[in-house]
């Protein structure tokens, strides 16, 4: 009889020591996947920050060109609630400046962000326009801010920070250049101050953001060719008289075609202009002129627009329009229905080209489609949208625009009862 006493208290034992075990290990593990946040604790200290948009920024040599110091400028406060006042800048470029494909500009930017203590979860964002933009976000860790940029986390609510980017292909230009400064906060971020530090600037480098731009580059023989053949061209004589800019030639980008298709293979010579120019009805920051090297000719003359994007001036629209009502299957969608002609836009890639248009044709009124599935939800013929190749003017679709069907409102007999 003892021995099955001690036997049942030697059990008893081993289960209280077992079930210990069990609980250390359970809270063990749960302090090994505890979040980091949690182990946070607030400060104040100034944490320094420097970010590169692109790694091998880094280790790459780079030459000063200009910072704030160097034309005039201080420290720069921002100030504002949810968003701050635009600050600007002046500089000059060199009158021959293009973004690549021999000289590449980078930003150097340089600030002191400080976050209020009441900041809670949140974004935020400091600027440098063109190239920069540091974003921030903010969250409500132990009843005071933690703040994560650029993949790092900071206790502290003052930060120095450094950012380096490539700026933007329109962001470069010869002569005057401005820069524009602003911060923006969102929910519950805020942020109490930013300061631009007078080192803010520019430098100047040969080593291209990526291989793909490294193989843009063309032979000297190249260059030569394709500006003779697109300065040879009376437009752009005309087009480029009397305008002060720099020329940047480069192996233009391949467009996505039809299948079967090989994307055009033409050299871009563009006139980055030093100021804006009216061409036609379009405000110009650039001329972009695609020289096809074989041929011997022009393939595509359009302007940039102060986004460094293509435009259509008033006579391509109106040419896309004419093109359009020329095509038999235009005529055939629109069926002798009265119409009128929307606003011309862009349409790039494709069968269209480098830069083709989409021409909308509204109707007086819907119209009952003449053949539909069965199943498919009762919709009307609002209008008709023809994409034309400016290049080759030619129509390359027409699709059918269509909306919901809408009921015929029906009139009540007197005293509202159906």
Known sequence: MLGVKTRIIH??????VLTGVMMLTSACQVQQTKPEPYDYTHTTELKQFELYEYEHIKTIERTGVVTLAAVGYSDLVLVGEGKSDISSVEYQLPDDATQGPDTWYIINFHFLVEFDEVSGNGFGSVSASPGASVQFETLRVNDSPLIRVGGQSSTSTRMDVRYFNY?????VKPGKNVMTFKFREDQVTKIKSVVILKDTGLESTTVPPSKYDEQQKLTQEEQAKAKEIAFSDSRVQELAAGKEY????TRANGLVR????PP???IEVRLVFAGTYMIEDVQASALDIFVDLNEGAITYLFPLGPSGMPELTASAREKAVNIALADARVQQE????PYTVGKVGITMGGPVGRLGANV?????KPYPLESRASSAPERQLTGVKAFVNLKEKSVVDVLQVTGPSV????LLPPGGQK
């Open 407 to 410: 009921p015929e409102p029906q």
């Open 258 to 261: 039809v299948a079967g298709e």
């Open 11 to 16: 059990l008893i034992l081993m289960g209280i």
């Open 360 to 364: 909308p044709f509204t109707f007086d």
């Open 264 to 266: 055009d293979d033409d």
């Open 334 to 337: 629109l069926g002798g229905k």
């Open 167 to 171: 700026l933007t292909y329109s962001g």
């Open 246 to 249: 720099a020329v940047r030639i």
